[in-house]
């Protein structure tokens, strides 16, 4: 599913920078507290209490790209809204 929240990011940036001249790539990779998100794995919140993600949601915003000349592109008043689902199976 990150897969499909980075091609998404691609893009809207894509669409906000026509006059890019290379392509952008952005990772980012997920954590809660020191370490990795994965879907599944139990969590403990700040009240001691235990919980299972299933689905995340987040937003990105205020943008800046900066260009190897010492220019940026602010790209202002953006959001982009990533929602990520646990992939189920059934049997």
């Known amino acids: ?3 499909y929240a980075f091609i ?3 893009i809207m940036t894509s669409t906000i ?3 890019a001249q290379q392509a952008i790539y952005l990772k980012i990779n997920h954590k809660i507290g020191n370490e990795d998100f994965a879907f599944g ?3 403990k919140n700040n009240a001691g209490q235990e919980f299972t ?3 995340l949601d987040y937003y990105i915003s205020n943008i800046t ?3 190897d000349n010492d220019k940026t592109f602010l790209a202002k008043d953006t959001f982009c809204l990533f ?3 646990m992939k189920s199976t059934i049997i």
């Open 83 to 85: 929602g990520i689902l």
């Open 8 to 10: 998404l990011f691609v």
């Open 65 to 67: 790209l900066y260009h």
């Open 1 to 3: 599913m990150r897969k």
């Open 17 to 19: 920078l026509l006059s």
């Open 41 to 43: 794995k139990s969590i």
């Open 53 to 55: 993600l299933k689905r």
